[in-house]
T-cell receptor, first 113, second 117 residues
Framework: SQKIEQNSEALNIQEGKTATLTCNYT??????LQWYRQDPGRGPVFLLL?????KEKRKERLKVTFDTTLKQSLFHITASQPADSATYLC????????????FGQGTTLQVKP | EAQVTQNPRYLITVTGKKLTVTCSQN?????MSWYRQDPGLGLRQIYY???????DKGDVPEGYKVSRKEKRNFPLILESPSPNQTSLYFC????????????????FGPGTRLTVL
């Protein structure tokens, strides 16, 4: 069956450390993988997109890797800050005409000062 | 400011009473979509629209209707709401590429929390 999984448990880290979030999928062949941030009571906000032929993408303190062999994406936040505390969603983009994104359930990150 | 707006933000209603959740975007995006978010299930697509007068079902369309008469608006209609439609609803939009395939980031509205008693 098709599945997309993120760390189900909340991730608690100390300010200044690097947070690493995982997104694994099975029986999908996404053309792109997107990461979104969602704060309580708000809609998801786009962070990064990585293509199937890209291994790594960076944006300021964020880094995303995409391994289509392992069917896994890793999302890193370096020098984490309490303001980074939120739920992070990965989404598979199948490049279909529906434009549908297949979302994981999200991982909640808590950065403690 | 470029944005997607939804109204109402919160709604409590009773079973069977028709309701409409409005969605509007000011970015001239061709593509619009509705998702529902439920604990343990994540975001699931209800309906989408590639452009004016072009709509199609997503993964969980039962009990919902949509229309796209104007490019900026994409209302979600619940003709006869039931308790299992209690959820957090998000509208989203994005531009489409010249090929018609859409792969861009999606812009989400603030959400509508619906409770059906």
């Amino acid at each position: 069956s098709q599945k997309i999984e993120q760390n189900s448990e909340a991730l608690n880290i100390q300010e200044g450390k690097t947070a690493t979030l995982t997104c694994n999928y099975t029986n999908y062949s996404p053309a792109y993988l997107q990461w979104y941030r969602q704060d309580p009571g708000r809609g998801p906000v786009f962070l990064l997109l990585i293509r199937e032929n890209e291994k790594e993408k960076r944006k300021e303190r964020l880094k995303v890797t995409f391994d289509t062999t392992l069917k896994q994406s890793l999302f890193h936040i370096t020098a984490s800050q309490p303001a980074d505390s939120a739920t992070y969603l990965c989404a598979l983009d199948m490049r279909s005409n529906t434009g549908k994104l297949i979302f994981g359930q999200g991982t909640t990150l808590q950065v403690k000062p | 400011e470029a944005q997607v707006t939804q109204n109402p933000r919160y709604l409590i209603t009773v079973t069977g009473k028709k309701l409409t959740v409005t969605c509007s975007q000011n970015m001239n995006h061709e593509y619009m979509s509705w998702y529902r978010q439920d604990p343990g299930l994540g975001l699931r697509q209800i309906y989408y629209s590639m452009n004016v007068e072009v709509t199609d079902k997503g993964d969980v369309p039962e009990g919902y209707k949509v229309s796209r008469k104007e490019k900026r608006n994409f209302p979600l209609i619940l003709e006869s709401p039931s308790p299992n439609q209690t959820s957090l609803y998000f509208c989203a939009s994005k531009p489409t590429g010249t090929s018609g395939r859409s792969y861009n980031e999606q812009f989400f509205g603030p959400g509508t929390r619906l409770t059906v008693l």
